[in-house]
């Protein structure tokens, strides 16, 4: 991160840019390393021969605190996107043009993964993570992300009839926020069942 703004002092367009991509990963590095050493801080004891409804709580913890801080992670991205679709479009992109657009569309999918139960935690740990909750869960949080990505590629779809750069900005923001949305609002509930008890 600290390489990406030392690098883009005084420098600008496809330099700056490039810069800026660097400044975005290194700024998700140091948020998951930040995560992973609390995690992994010494004198944690929590890791060891735990009950299994402990083992439950703290699964699902880490998976709540997953799909909060993922779609935080893709916003960040999709800022850092927009001046390369616009490079793409007028037909100047190059890779870091495309990998940068790549990178929200990714978080996004990585997040309706997690919600999904798709991702390899989930899939490993299944009799701690599924139950009849969970299903009715999941099932509002993917039926809200499908009508914020429905309602946002249709406004997509408007913009870009209008101006072509534009309904690519939206596309991307409106996968973005499906991918965000099925996430949240996974974690929202989950945590309110767990309040409720």
């Known amino acids: 991160m600290i390489a990406g703004f030392m690098l883009g002092q005084g420098l600008e367009g496809d330099a700056a840019t490039g810069a800026g991509v660097l400044t975005g990963v290194g700024f998700s590095c140091v948020l998951v390393g930040a995560v992973f050493a609390w995690r992994l801080r010494p004198g944690d004891r929590s890791w060891m021969s735990e009950a299994p409804q402990g083992k439950r709580d703290r699964l699902q913890a880490q998976r709540s605190s997953q799909l909060f801080m993922f779609p935080a992670v893709a916003v960040i991205f999709l800022a850092l996107a927009l001046e390369p679709v616009r490079h793409v479009m007028e037909g100047e992109g190059r890779l870091r043009d495309y990998l940068s657009i790549l990178l929200p569309v990714l978080y996004a999918w990585v997040t309706a993964a997690i919600a999904m139960g798709w991702d390899h935690n989930s ?31 249709t406004a997509a779809f408007a913009l870009f009839l209008v101006r072509p750069e534009f309904g690519a900005m939206g596309l991307l923001a409106a996968l973005a926020a499906g991918g965000g949305t099925a996430g949240v609002r996974f974690a929202w509930l989950d945590r309110e069942a767990g309040q409720d008890g």
């Not at 299903?135 to 946002?152: K, N, Q, S, Y």
């Open 123 to 153: 899939r490993q740990n299944r009799r701690f993570l599924e139950d009849e909750l969970t299903i009715v869960i999941r099932a509002r949080a993917m039926t809200a992300a499908f009508l914020v990505m429905m309602t946002g590629a």
